[in-house]
């Protein structure tokens, strides 16, 4: 353990604040959750009590070559973010701008084979079953003018 404390370490793209635990430090990492991130830490030997900021560069080195590549670290399928990619078939976990880029390809490819996920994305409607009758409305709101209607009644009335 380093005697010195960081307050900002640098792991994968990321700056991660030096006083959180790992299992919450390495979360704040785009396609990072808790339960990975504790599987990260298992794997890597690393203590789950630690602060972030006590790491070493070679603790940090070990975080991030299991990133890479965790399947061949001993984390289960099952955590990983891609358990089947449709290029490869096999189960990898993607972070940050990877992660960002490939579900714009997904979207994209949903969208190219007209897909009902595809087509309610190129609507720009919800895609997951919600409600759209009051909810997700966009463009203009319909206003009272209360002026107009007032002069209508009292034009009426005469």
């Known amino acids: 353990m380093s005697a010195e404390f960081r307050h900002i370490v640098r792991v994968a793209g990321t700056d991660i604040d030096g006083s959180k635990k790992l299992a919450y430090g390495l979360a704040k990492i ?15 030997g690393l203590d789950p009590n630690l602060r972030f900021g006590y790491l070493t560069d ?9 990133l890479e590549n965790p399947s061949a670290h001993g984390v289960p399928e099952w955590v990983l973010n891609r358990q089947k990619e449709l290029e490869s078939g096999r189960a990898t976990n993607l972070v940050g701008a990877n992660l960002t880029l490939a579900v714009k390809s997904d979207i994209e490819l949903m969208k190219q084979m007209r897909s009902w996920k595809g087509v309610r994305h190129s609507l720009g409607l919800k895609v997951r079953g919600q ?8 463009g203009r709101t ?12 009292a034009e009426k009335k005469t």
């Open 30 to 44: 785009r396609g990072l959750g808790v339960s990975l991130s504790n599987a990260l830490i298992k794997a890597c």
């Open 131 to 138: 409600r759209t009758k009051t909810t997700g409305r966009t």
């Open 58 to 66: 070679a603790d940090v080195q070990r975080i991030e070559l299991a």
């Open 142 to 153: 319909v206003g009272v003018r209360k002026k107009l209607v007032a002069a209508a009644a």
